[in-house]
């Protein structure tokens, strides 16, 4: 949407959050020029802070197209941030509940009215050891292949210097500077006006999630990972080294027991 259409709330964040931002960070943002100037499109973000859904949004507000997020449902019911949620437009994820869909549908609204709609792909902060984009879920690439709109991959550090992942103190000397790189859309195209099975949209999510990759490898100045780390991956293996630990400390455990009843045995 045009600035002149940011409304209060928008404008109202923003002189909240400004100011402590450009006083705890330096900026160096590149990329706005692919933006769009209008028109409804998807940013695809990649997520390694809790303060960095803040610092993106003072970039994509400084674009003046500002971003529709999807968040935590809970978010919109505590009080006065619950009344800026709802004020500035942004869209309730309701997780594991009969109206799971509604995000979607109400992202798809939005890109149709001619908004941006701002995505985390990997669904929560990274938990890749070196802070690169993991993979990511479908919800970009199904609102993309919905509305065909242009998918613009974002990449930001810095904001995780200033609070690490998952940390609860800031890191606040020296200070530190915040990256964004906006690359050209993604091209879908191949994807389009086929039926998007989970096997397609799976596919659609890995060519946005190595478009923010690259960006972000731009940033950095180093190759990230050739295989994005799997959270989920991750969880099956863990129960597995769990499961081979059990299995190891059980012979163990029998011997101990029978050597424990042969001694008082005697």
């Known amino acids: 949407m045009p600035r002149r259409r940011i409304g209060f709330w928008y404008r109202f964040a923003a002189v909240i959050c400004k100011p402590p931002l450009v006083v705890l960070i330096k900026r160096d943002w590149r990329g706005m020029e692919h933006i769009p100037a209008e028109g409804g499109f998807i940013t695809a973000v990649n997520h390694n802070s809790h303060i960095d859904p803040f610092a993106y949004a003072h970039f994509q507000y400084n674009t003046g197209r500002v971003p529709r997020f999807l968040a935590k449902s809970g978010l919109f019911k505590k009080g006065f941030v619950g009344a800026a949620m709802r004020g500035t437009g942004q869209i309730p994820v309701y997780r594991e509940t009969t109206d799971a869909l509604s995000a979607f549908r109400a992202a798809i609204g939005a890109v149709e009215r001619g908004e941006c709609v701002a995505f985390y792909p990997e669904g929560t902060i990274t938990r890749d050891p070196d802070q690169w984009p993991m993979t990511g879920k479908t919800g ?14 974002v990449a930001q550090w810095g904001a995780n210097e200033l609070l690490p992942p998952y940390a609860k103190k800031l890191n606040l000397l020296p200070r530190k500077t915040h990256q ?14 086929k039926e998007m099975t989970p096997e397609l949209l799976k596919e659609a999510t890995e060519v946005i999630m190595a478009a923010i990759t690259a960006q972000l490898e731009q940033i950095r100045g180093e190759k990230a990972p050739e295989t994005p780390y799997d959270p989920r991956q991750e969880r099956i293996e863990q129960r597995r080294r769990t ?15 029978a050597e424990q009843e042969e001694g008082q045995g005697t």
């Not at 609102?143 to 242009?150: D, R, Y």
């Open 243 to 257: 499961a081979a630990q059990n299995r190891q400390a059980q012979p163990r455990a029998e011997q101990e027991k």
């Open 140 to 153: 970009a690439a199904r609102v993309a292949l919905q509305t065909k709109c242009p998918v613009i991959p």
């Open 180 to 193: 964004v790189l906006a690359g050209p859309p993604v091209d879908l195209a191949r994807f389009y006006d």
